[in-house]
């Protein structure tokens, strides 16, 4: 089945160390998303790549990066994490397309411990 | 994008419908009504989505007002696996992509046996 695969489903990383989280998707969709969602809280849009092009949210931290080699993977880099980025990172797809209603398909969620 | 309006809880008898209702009153022609769910510790499930005319799915059915002010999500046969919290978005189509979806706060809707 074609699908939004996050890896791993647990991070547990130190304060300050960097850190990767990853997505994949099998549906070639030309946009992902990633949002960060704090426990009891609703998801967050952090940015989200429409094909190529980066989108990042005005009150995303710059701690936060994003890459995306290929149409198929994209990355959640955090640069240098603090107890407060404890969370779920949830990865989300879309066609984008002419008269489409950019329905988005998440993925499993990684959920990041801070130490 | 469009706020909503959502109770933050309902219960609901298995077996029975869930109906759950949303606000939307600054909706704008051209946004559609989508309507996700988020079981404990997963990721957001896309369950149904509609503009003007009532939809139904294998999962479930939504009624939209004629003024699309508000709508309402049925589930017909509540079982326990549909214990979860329920977001009601609106988003724009019109856009090239630089829009997301804005998750409100949602509905926690709890299936008693």
């Known amino acids: 089945d074609a699908m939004v695969i996050q890896n791993p489903r647990y991070q547990v990383t130190q304060f300050g160390k960097p850190v990767t989280l990853s997505c994949s998707q099998t549906l070639n969709h030309n946009v992902m998303y990633w949002y960060q969602q704090k426990s009891s809280q609703a998801p967050k849009l952090l940015f989200h790549y429409y094909d190529k092009d980066f989108n990042n949210e005005a009150d995303t931290p710059d701690n936060f990066q994003s890459r995306r080699p290929n149409t198929s993977f994209c990355f959640l880099d955090i640069r240098s994490p603090g107890l407060g980025d404890a969370a779920m990172y949830l990865c989300a797809t879309s066609r984008d397309a002419a008269g489409g209603t950019k329905t988005q398909y998440f993925g499993p969620g990684t959920r990041l411990l801070v130490l | 994008d469009a706020k909503t309006t959502q109770p933050p809880s309902m219960d609901c008898a298995e077996g029975r419908a869930a109906n759950l209702p949303c606000n939307h009153s600054?909706?704008?022609?051209?946004?559609?009504v989508y309507w996700y769910r988020q079981i404990h510790s997963q990721g957001p499930q896309y369950i149904i989505h509609?503009?003007?005319n009532n939809e139904t799915n294998e999962m479930a059915s939504l009624i939209i007002t004629e003024d699309r002010k508000s709508s309402t999500l049925i589930l017909p046969h509540a079982t326990l696996r549909d214990t979860a919290v329920y977001y009601c978005?609106?988003?724009?189509?019109?856009?090239?992509?630089?829009?997301?979806?804005?998750f409100g706060s949602g509905t926690r809707l709890q299936v008693q046996p």
């Open positions: 600054t909706i704008s022609g051209n946004e559609y």
């Open positions: 978005i609106v988003s724009s189509t019109m856009d090239t992509g630089r829009r997301a979806l804005t």
């Open positions: 509609g503009l003007k």
